[in-house]
């Protein structure tokens, strides 16, 4: 499933996209269509194609739900299941790692509207995350497939430890302006490490409103690569 959307950033018309489908920023990739600049006697915007699975949470009834009716997101701080289906969560990835050769606490992290996010407490943290967060994103896979097994498919589950997507995050915003100041000092492109689609767009946002900088993404499947591009002066 495709969809269009425009903004006067990338990061806008993203936004503008997750808020109208009911989505969560990693549960759609993002093809840049259109980039215009400001100038004298036109606007600057980006126009993008959002791509997605048919099976994506919350998809099928995204205009059916106008993103003005949705109530806003809350937060709760209980860290202790409050229903058959967290604890079946909590229980499910408990196991699966118990059965890993680990042993782990589980606990509710945050609750919100069609998003729910676990928290892995282990010694064994750095395993459990793996390479790049590798391990972590496959044991977060299972999760939201025993999820949609149990009749929750419109529940968006987050897995996390030591506050691993946190630090993640900021590594990448940090690791996005040094390739930048690289690219603009070498004068040619850097090949970034395989990303999937949350932590690219995390780049390409970071970037996109440097003048003289511009990222794509190179390859095939989830895991793809984000070339930094010098442009030059605009």
Known sequence: MTYEYEGKTEKEAIEKAAQELGLERDQFDVEILETQKNSLFKKGFVKIRVHMDENTPNAAAQN???????????????????????????TFITEVISKMGYSATVEIMFREERKIGLKIQSESSSILIGRK????????????????HLGHE?????????????????????????????????????????????????????L????????????????????????GVI
């Open 154 to 206: 419109n529940v968006r589950v987050i897995l996390d430890t030591e506050s691993y997507r946190i630090r993640r995050e900021e590594s990448l915003v940090r690791l996005a302006y040094t390739t930048a100041d690289k690219v603009r000092s070498y004068r040619k492109s850097i090949l970034l490490e395989p990303m999937n689609p949350f932590e690219r767009r995390l780049i390409h946002t970071t």
């Open 64 to 90: 059916e739900r106008p993103s003005e009716n949705r109530a806003p997101k809350k937060r709760v701080s209980n860290p202790i299941p409050q229903d058959e289906f967290e604890q079946k969560l909590t």
């Open 133 to 148: 967060g590798k391990n972590l994103d496959a044991l977060q896979l299972l999760l939201n497939v025993y999820a949609g």
């Open 208 to 231: 996109n409103e440097i003048p003289d900088i511009e990222t794509k993404s190179e390859g095939d499947g989830l895991y793809k690569q984000v070339r930094v591009i010098y442009k």
